[in-house]
């Protein structure tokens, strides 16, 4: 059994390497540059990924926004001309008729009482 003065000597002693760097040698950088250059390139990538997938993600909210505008204007675009047809419509049933009556420009006046106030 180890002494928990010795367990304490070991804990010390592998922080104590790990913080003056002695534990992470030359040799090991030497030995394992390959998988670190994998890992950096592959951190690099899901950045780039990220990045992307941002970009594109406001992209489509953007036109979204913008195809909700296009229908809108489409449906008013849509509504004008249902007027126009009926109302060609209804100039050409009046004409067939011969019934006189005449498209009015300005709203009927309102007609009022002073007395009856």
Do not use: C
Not at 22 to 48: D, H, Q, T, Y
Not at 110 to 117: G, H, M, N, V
């Amino acid at each position: 059994m180890a002494s928990p003065k010795k367990k304490e000597k070991q804990k010390i002693g592998w922080m104590s390497e790990l913080r003056y760097g002695r534990s992470l040698s030359i040799e090991f950088f030497k030995s394992n540059a390959w998988l670190m250059l994998l890992f950096v390139v592959a951190i690099l990538a899901l950045i780039g990924l990220r990045y992307k997938t941002k970009t594109k993600m406001a992209e489509i909210k953007q036109l979204t926004v913008e195809l909700q505008r296009a229908e809108s204007h489409k449906l008013h675009e849509k509504s004008l001309y249902m007027s126009l047809i009926r109302e060609s419509e209804m100039v050409k049933m009046v004409n067939e008729k011969n019934l006189s009556l005449e498209f009015q420009e300005q709203p009927p006046y309102e007609l009022s009482d002073d007395e009856t106030k």
